[in-house]
C-alpha cells in the first residue's frame, strides 16, 4: 500500500507501508513518525514506549516497513494515520 491509500482505507483495518523516515516528532505522551513514500507523506502514532526507543535510534532517511491499524483522523496527511504499529527496520541511512 502507498502512503495516498491510507485515506481511502475503512477505519480499523490493517494496512503495511514502507517508506523512509521523513521526521519524528516526540510530544510528553506520544511521538509521531513521518513516513515517505513514492506517493507523498503517512503519519504514524506510536504510544507504546518499547516502540519510542526503537524510534529514537533510526536516523531520518532510515527505511522501515510500518504495519499498523488505520485511524481517520482529518489534521493527519491523506486524512488518516497509523495507529498501534509494529515498525521493522529494513535499512538504516547511508553514512557518507
Known amino acids: 500500500m502507498l502512503a495516498r491509500d491510507l485515506g481511502s482505507t475503512a477505519s480499523g483495518e490493517r494496512a503495511t507501508?514502507?517508506?523512509w523516515v521523513h521526521r519524528r516528532r516526540?510530544?510528553?505522551s506520544v511521538t509521531?513518525?513521518?513516513?515517505?513514500?513514492?506517493?507523498?507523506?503517512?503519519q504514524v502514532v506510536v504510544k507504546d514506549d518499547e516502540t519510542v526507543r526503537q524510534l529514537a535510534g533510526l536516523p531520518e532517511e532510515s527505511v522501515v516497513e510500518v504495519t499498523g491499524t488505520?485511524?481517520?483522523?482529518?489534521?493527519?496527511?491523506?486524512?488518516?494515520?497509523l495507529v498501534e504499529p509494529t515498525i521493522t527496520p529494513l535499512t538504516e541511512r547511508a553514512v557518507a
Open 17 to 19: 507501508l514502507a517508506g
Open 70 to 81: 488505520v485511524s481517520a483522523n482529518a489534521s493527519a496527511p491523506g486524512g488518516a494515520e
Open 26 to 28: 516526540k510530544l510528553a
Open 32 to 42: 509521531f513518525l513521518v513516513l515517505r513514500d513514492r506517493s507523498g507523506l503517512a
